[in-house]
């Protein structure tokens, strides 16, 4: 049978942070300017996260030093990257450094003006050389940690936000410094593709939270943390201590209607979520996931508010996969199909697509396109046992027993036996007229039904009298 695909795939593909889906972890920390002029602290551009953290900027005193002294120049160049004027900021510092390799704080500039402008590969280089001029230097070491973060060098960005918090973080202080303490908790912190340390995660939140006060931001992470070590009633308290203080949170409304989904807590989820949703009315993350709510009540809304959903939104394989598997659910399964023939365009052997494909042909009773969608599947994952499975069923329908003995066999493997496994190893058997291998099985399958199928246990304890008296 179908899946309801889990949301936290719909969540993801919309592009939403939520931090029940352990987006919080992945997301970048904004950069802090170390080098600009200290008069222009706290109006450097594109810098701080929130208020709490303290001022965007420090003087160069802070950052990394010159080795040459204030120039002319650097100067320039700094008021430049005040006004955000990142090319003009370029050119004056790439004749400088030419002449003045080993200036620390121009190499620090020359880094944040790169990794303004998205060059992280020369970001990397100008920071790791004004590290080498200045080994002391708090921000670079921050901004060059978090750089590496947002690559994914996990490994490379520990030691880097691990040293800064060693560091002096000059006249930024402890909010400066609990900005690496809150890099190292968003790159600890469990996600989709990180596996993480929610143990670690939590002790390097409890140092940053020691230095500056919580912010929403920390509140998500902390509940994502506890969430993902098993922590169930702390991360519920964690987002609604959030959705107190901000009831509109999409991530903090996202995150508990997640939390009390997983938990099947179906009606409260979708009280919660219906007030979210007043609020924001097409929000797709949030209506994903009152649609999956409804649904697991078995409230008819589910449908035609996933086909407004898809309809807003026809690109998204997630939602799309989530409709057909509601339609086939509720028994549309030529709706069903229709959708697993689109998405299977893109992604032709796709195995999950091509097994509920093959179920869809099933219900539909084409049983030869079904026989060639699930020959696919198995091809395409020999290890799918539901691909198996159907392959067996759809062989027996089309008269080939043979295969089905063979699908029987490799499913076997896979998945333990069931009622309905033992009636086909029967029928296969007494297609091919083996007497003693299918009296075998139709016991088999008489003992595993207990009443549940009357039809096939009658059809079976018929068959048994025949062979019997053969």
């Not at 230097?137 to 490994?155: D, P, Y």
């Not at 979708?270 to 209506?287: I, V």
């Not at 086909?307 to 709706?335: C, F, S, V, Y």
């Not at 295969?403 to 058997?429: C, D, I, M, N």
Request: aromatic share 6%; glycine share 8%.
């Amino acid at each position: 049978m179908r899946r309801f695909r889990v949301l936290l795939a719909v969540m993801m593909a919309v592009g939403l942070g939520c931090a029940a889906a352990g987006m919080v972890a992945q997301q970048p920390v904004p950069p802090v300017p170390a080098s600009a002029p200290a008069q222009a602290q706290a109006q450097t551009p594109g810098s701080a996260t929130s208020s709490t953290e303290g001022s965007a900027t420090s003087s160069a005193e802070d950052g990394a030093q010159s080795t040459t002294g204030e120039s002319p120049e650097v100067a320039q160049a700094e008021a430049a990257i005040v006004k955000e004027d990142w090319k003009t900021a370029a050119a004056t510092l790439e004749p400088w450094l030419q002449a003045h390799p080993k200036d620390g704080r121009a190499l620090f500039d020359a880094g944040y003006v790169a990794d303004q402008q998205n060059r992280n590969e020369a970001a990397e280089g100008f920071y790791r050389r004004a590290e080498k001029a200045n080994p002391n230097s708090f921000q670079t070491h921050l901004m060059l940690g978090m750089l590496l973060a947002r690559e994914s060098k996990l490994n490379q960005a520990r030691p880097e936000l691990l040293e800064a918090t060693t560091l002096d973080a000059g006249s930024g202080g402890d909010a400066l410094k609990a900005r690496a303490w809150r890099a190292l908790a968003r790159m600890d912190a469990p996600g989709p593709e990180n596996a993480g340390n929610a143990a670690e995660a939590s002790r390097d939140l409890l140092q940053a939270l020691k230095l500056s006060p919580e912010t929403e931001e920390d509140t998500l992470l902390a509940a994502q943390i506890a969430e993902s070590a098993g922590q169930t009633q702390a991360a519920e308290a964690a987002y609604r201590r959030l959705l107190v203080k901000n009831p509109k949170s999409e991530a903090g409304n996202a995150g508990l209607a997640h939390l009390l989904l997983k938990q099947k807590k179906y009606g409260e989820a979708e009280t919660l979520l219906r007030t979210a949703l007043a609020a924001d009315p097409e929000n797709p993350a949030l209506s994903a996931q009152l649609a999956l709510a409804l649904a697991n009540q078995g409230k008819p809304e589910a449908v035609p508010l996933l086909k407004k959903l898809h309809a807003a939104h026809p690109e998204n394989r997630a939602i799309a996969q989530m409709l057909a598997d509601l339609l086939a659910q509720t028994g549309d399964a030529a709706g069903a199909d229709a959708l697993d023939v689109e998405l299977l365009k893109n992604d032709p052997a796709n195995p999950d697509l091509l097994v509920t494909h093959g179920q869809n042909l099933i219900q539909q009773m084409k049983y030869g396109e079904a026989y060639a969608a699930f020959e696919k599947a198995t091809q395409a994952d020999p290890g799918n046992g539901d691909a198996w499975s159907g392959l067996a069923f759809a062989a027996m329908r089309l008269g080939r027993p043979q295969v089905t003995l063979h699908a029987l066999t490799e499913r076997s493997k896979l998945l333990p036996e069931g009622a309905g496994t033992y009636f086909l190893w029967a029928q296969a058997y007494d297609m091919l007229h083996q007497a003693r291998q299918a009296a075998v099985y139709y016991r088999h399958f008489l003992d595993a039904a207990g009443g549940r199928f009357p039809d096939q246990e009658g059809q079976a304890r018929q068959r048994l009298a025949l062979l019997q008296k053969k």
